[in-house]
């Protein structure tokens, strides 16, 4: 790695240990080609420069009850920096927000909302996002399907 940058080895050990995050370095250095030394100390760099910033078991959130998800496009009463600080902060503390993106477009915000089923996630719509800092409005979109899952194969 030079100046930040990552080459085709780095590119190899991120999509394998993205597929694969328990992936023993003996698998590791036979899929990119390098030996045991030279593929651990790069895994290394790339934990201590942030290009891997952790590794987490990827649940089956069907298997445990939480298979409802909604798409929530939000819009904010104020925009300037203080309030949108202000709405990202609270989201950050909302388990059942598992993902929240400010989008440039018609609305400020869209939220991906993981609940049980449609009660619960009606009650956190009432009680918990309609609440958060400087929410003018809202409307939900519910997902009847997910096709591809970000956690499925790499973007690089």
Do not use: W
């Not at 078991?57 to 104020?78: C, M, N, P, R, Y």
């Not at 600080?85 to 909302?113: R, S, W």
Request: aromatic share 6%; charged share 25%.
């Amino acid at each position: 790695m030079v100046d930040g940058q990552i080459d085709g080895y780095d590119r190899k050990i991120l999509a394998a240990l993205h597929r694969d995050g328990r992936m023993a370095i003996t698998e590791l250095t036979a899929l990119v080609g390098l030996s045991k030394t030279p593929c651990q100390l790069r895994v290394k760099r790339l934990r201590e420069t942030g290009f891997i910033r952790g590794f987490r078991a990827v649940l089956d959130l069907d298997k445990l009850g939480l298979d409802h998800i909604a798409f929530v496009e939000v819009t904010l009463s104020d925009t300037r920096e203080a309030a949108l600080q202000a709405f990202n902060t609270a989201v950050g503390a909302v388990t059942e927000i598992e993902e929240c993106h400010m989008i440039a477009g018609a609305f400020d915000y869209l939220l991906k909302v993981r609940t049980s089923d449609i009660k619960a996630y009606r009650s956190i719509l009432g009680e918990v996002i309609s609440n958060l800092p400087h929410v003018a409005n809202s409307s939900t979109h519910v997902s009847m399907e997910s096709v591809k899952d970000a956690g499925e194969n790499p973007a690089f």
